[in-house]
Structure formats: C-alpha cells, structure tokens
C-alpha cells in the first residue's frame, strides 16, 4: 500500500505565505516525478507545479515567481513553498507522485488534498 499524505493548508490573509508538504510512505521503490495540483471550487482540477527526481521544475504561470517545489528524495516528501498569497489561490491543493512500488507497479498516487484558503 502506497499512501500521500498532504500537510500545512490553512487560512492566510492576501500577500501571506504557506509551506504545504506531502509524505508519500507504504510499499515504495522508487519515485520519479512528484507534483501539486489544486482545485477551486466549480473549476477543474489544475498542475500548480511538479518536480523530477532530479530536480527540473516547471510551474504554472500563475505560480512562477511565487511559489517554488522543491523534494527531499530521502524522505519521499515534496514541499511548496508559497508566497504573496492571492485570494484566487484559494483551493483544495493535492500532491501527486509517479512511482514503481515493492512489487514493481507503476502507477501515479493522489493524497487526499489540503484546504488553502486565502482571505482577509
């Protein structure tokens, strides 16, 4: 069993910042691309940002400059560092990972998601 576990949403006001984090634990052999999806209400499911296990990012346009992946490949985890929060940045965020499992299973696993809710 594969699990995601998100961390670190909450409630900032606009121009705050918030570090979200993701824990990808079970039956794991390897991990190759992780990545942030969010979620507004009424809109579709969107890639904020995703990161190789090597490093190369790219982000959605709206996040360059603010927001920055990054990974710590020892502990399976990815962050997203987010700064002068926009109240359109208001969403259910999801980690997401590419991964070959103990029995050697690719598939891509979703966490259940993290409320970022950015209001005054």
């Known amino acids: 069993q594969v699990q995601l576990v998100e961390s670190g949403g909450g409630l900032v006001q606009p121009g705050g910042s918030l570090r979200l984090s993701c824990a990808a634990s079970?039956?794991?052999?390897?991990?190759?691309?992780m990545g942030w999806y969010r979620q507004a209400p009424g809109k579709q499911r969107e890639l904020v940002a995703a990161?190789?296990?090597?490093?190369?990012?790219n982000y959605e346009d709206s996040a360059k400059g603010r927001f920055t992946i990054s990974r710590d490949n020892a502990k399976n985890t990815v962050y997203l560092q987010m700064n002068s929060l926009k109240p359109e940045d208001t969403a259910v965020y999801y980690c997401?990972?590419?991964?070959?499992?103990?029995?050697?299973?690719?598939?891509?696993?979703w966490g259940k998601g993290t409320l970022v809710t950015v209001s005054s």
């Open positions: 990161i190789t296990s090597g490093g190369s990012t």
């Open positions: 997401n990972a590419d991964l070959i499992t103990m029995t050697m299973n690719f598939g891509t696993y």
């Open positions: 079970g039956s794991i052999f390897s991990i190759s691309a």
